[in-house]
């Protein structure tokens, strides 16, 4: 470590970060923009930051940059930090393992945490049947696993995805995802068997869930044929694509189908899960009984650590030695899932997260009487969001309006908010802040939002 970055990290754990917003340089600031300069000598522009301001420190929800400036996280690094940044429990459970041992390969010597943490998931994700789970490293690692291990149970090729999907940046999952630019363009030849259904999405085709689920349904059956369909993914809130929530009736629908003929239902939780949406997993509030749960993101508040849990007889169709990884399961991350599982349940945060939810919608249903480029408000929990169109549309054509959407990123992260976007059509803004976030801090940082829109 050189030492300049030693005392960097000295300085942070110094100072305690008061939980407001502070702008106190230009952003980004001098000190980020010298790092943003070393940076792009040594980083290929591929690996692209939202908002390069570079962090020294983060507590709760709130970042503090090297300038000193502190920022309104809503983003909670996509959904990760969900019991909030640098949370006293989990930081003293991540030590206590560094303490006794960093690695040993699950699959060569085991250790208990492991276990734990899929005895915490197949008790918390929907479904009332014996489930077994293997930890690997990131979300599109656990989509992987998803995909091989219901293609080996069924013996099928086949694997649908919805319109609007994201699911990573591994082979595979580029070609599950349903925008090709940024995550495709140009990284082909992609996997094959890969189809791209038609999804529920209230706000721009207004059908019912039972209509939505028929159109994917008859999708399914005549382009691919249930014979050979080995699994339907599905993220029952979507969240690249820009937080579409399906229509009542839509996810038990399918699920009637899947179930009718033998496909495995694959619930892609990675964003919605670990209590972002206010329960623990969002298939609950659409009556969702999923075969196989994705977890990742929030599993280990940064820790990097993902999951498949699923029923037994699924997960088990995979041989000895064909599942696994040299860091998936690590003790270190899955010493601090048990303790984001025991934080969720010790704090009460699916309350907090549904509290979150009402402080927001008010918030921005307030803004959409006021602004009529606010198409439509949509999510749970603290995954909601807005999606925006060109002024004088909401009620005809709803044209995406992105441009508003890049402006009000701009205007609220120069004012000490981070706030993210997302969609298809990249105009949605995501608010996807930690459960630890007070009333307090997100009524500021709407407040900052509605002198963005008053600007525009
Ligand atoms: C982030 C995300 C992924 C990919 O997870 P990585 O850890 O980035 O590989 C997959 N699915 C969904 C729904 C996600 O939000």
Known sequence: MTDALLETLSASSAQPIEPRREVVTAIPGPKSQALHERRVKVVPPGVHSVLPVYIEAANGAVLRDVD?????DLGAGIGVTTVGHTREAVVDAAKAQLDSFLHTLFTITPYESYVRVAELLAQHTPGDFEKHTVLVNSGAEAVENGVKIARKYTGRRAVAVLEHAYHGRTNLTMAMNYKAAPYATGFGP??????????????????????AAARTIAYLEKRIGASDLAALVVEPIQGEG???TPAEGYLPALQEWTTRNGV???????????????????????????????????IAA??????VTGRAEIMDAAQPGGLGGTFGGNPVAAAASVAVFELIE??????????IEKTLTR?????QERFDIIGDIRGRGAMMAIELVQPGTAQTTKAPNQEAVNALAAHAAQNGVLVLTAGTWGNVLRFLPSLAISDELLEDALGVLADGFAAL
């Open 346 to 355: 010790r704090d009460g945060l699916l309350a907090e997260a549904a509290r």
């Open 242 to 244: 820009g937080f579409q």
């Open 363 to 367: 918030g921005l249903t307030a803004l």
């Open 302 to 307: 940064g820790l990097p650590l993902a999951g």
């Open 264 to 298: 495995v239902l694959i619930a892609d939780e990675i964003q919605s899960g670990m209590g972002r949406t206010g329960r623990w997993f969002a298939s609950e509030h659409f009556g969702l009984v999923p075969d196989l749960v994705l977890s990742a993101k929030g």
């Open 190 to 211: 992609f996997a094959g068997d890969v189809f791209h259904a038609p999804s529920s999405y209230p706000y721009r085709d207004g059908l019912s869930g039972e209509e």
């Open 68 to 72: 000193g400036n502190q920022f309104i």
